[in-house]
């Protein structure tokens, strides 16, 4: 695939080309605040000077950031058409964040699941506004990308099972503002994400916010959310989102890192000539590190009662248990078919689910030292 790749001429990423490609794909100038400038020009050079792209993976995250673009275009003409799409509040969501490998995405679509639940699925919270002209294809081109990653990286269905139905991580709504950690999820743009650990992103939810109030004009119901992502952002979440119901998932940080390096080794395999593993995975413990104590740092300046703790080990034991544990703390009435839809779901996964397998020397980090780094987070919550 990459042999005939490199054969195309490989696409620029000169910012002033790209905004001129998203502008004539949607017939529209206005992006909005132009703070995200600053962000796509972080992105742009990190992915030219730390990357290593393989010339498929240029052309992919070319066209990313390329979608993101016309993302911004969409909103703000859609901003302006139906004003009162975004000043209706959201039904108070479920948002599940937590390490991540610590049975997230387990709990995110196991509480999709429910009755009046309304997901973000994979081939909306890439596209959450149609395009201004031409057909709506945003699902078909959800299906092809994800036809594409199965097709090149199979062993990802085993850590990360991706589809165009499936709920999906909401962090990807944060894309449009290039102040994103999902650019870091995507390929090894190590500057990139030097910058963004100095960012402010009350800008970035706010959009986040705007575009989640879309999707639910489009399909009405009390969205679950779910992204690890947004732990080191507690209380700009509560900040924008008031009545978000917070749950906190905890699981052992031997084995959440270990997971996410093996993890990400598949996804940046994706997009790249040569990635290194374990300059990657030290990267991601001292990221771990700093979400898990900003959250904390906004726990105890007022925000601990906003947050429910769940703990892996419990979850996977009871899910319907843990469940109703996350309907009482939003004070959410428990539909009468609750329990029947999770265990359908619950019987359904059994029959596709698949084994991950990782270790963490594979990716050159002690299980000493991680357990050194994250001595005060597992006395507080691990240590029962």
Request: aromatic letters at 8%.
């Amino acid at each position: 695939m990459n042999r005939v790749t490199s054969l195309l001429p490989a696409p620029s990423f000169d910012n002033a080309r790209l905004l001129e490609t998203a502008a004539k794909l949607e017939g529209k100038t206005d992006f909005g605040d132009a703070y995200f400038e600053a962000g796509l020009a972080a992105l742009t050079r990190s992915l030219e000077r730390d990357a290593k792209l393989s010339p498929m993976g240029r052309q992919a995250i070319y066209r990313m950031i390329i979608r993101n673009l016309c993302m911004r275009l969409r909103l703000v003409a859609d901003q302006r058409e139906r004003p009162q799409v975004y000043a209706r509040p959201l039904t108070p969501p479920i948002l599940v964040l937590g390490l991540p490998r610590a049975g997230t995405t387990f709990l995110h679509r196991l509480l999709s699941a429910m009755p009046g639940a309304r997901p973000g699925r994979t081939w909306e919270i890439n596209q959450p506004l149609p395009p201004t002209r031409g057909k709506d294809d945003r699902y078909r081109q959800a299906a092809k990308q994800v036809a594409m990653i199965r097709k090149l990286a199979p062993e990802l269905d085993a850590k990360h099972r991706v589809d165009p139905d499936e709920p999906e991580e909401c962090v990807f709504l944060l894309n449009p503002s290039f102040c994103s950690i999902a650019w870091w999820m995507i390929a090894p743009v190590y500057s990139y994400l030097d910058w963004y650990d100095e960012q402010d992103l009350g800008p970035s939810y706010h959009e986040y916010h705007a575009y989640l109030r879309a999707l639910q004009a489009a399909e009405p119901g009390r969205f679950v959310l779910k992204a690890p992502a947004h732990t080191g952002h507690l209380a700009q979440i509560v900040s924008e989102i008031p009545d978000v119901v917070i749950v906190y998932a905890h699981r052992d940080p031997v084995t959440v890192v270990a997971s996410v390096s093996s993890l990400f080794d598949s996804i940046f395999g994706l997009v790249t000539e040569h990635h290194d593993a374990h300059r990657t995975a030290r990267r991601n413990l001292e990221l771990f590190i700093r979400m898990s104590d900003r959250c904390q740092a906004a726990r105890d300046e007022g925000l601990d009662d906003r947050v429910l703790d769940i703990h892996y080990d419990d979850l996977v034991t009871d899910p319907v248990a843990t469940a109703r544990q996350i309907y009482a703390h939003g004070s959410i009435p428990w539909p009468e078919d609750g329990e029947q839809a999770l265990r359908a779901h619950l019987q359904a996964g059994r029959r596709t689910k698949s084994r991950h397998v990782y270790r963490l020397e594979d990716c050159g980090l002690s299980e000493a030292e991680v357990r050194a780094r994250f001595g005060a987070y597992s006395a507080r919550h691990l240590d029962r």
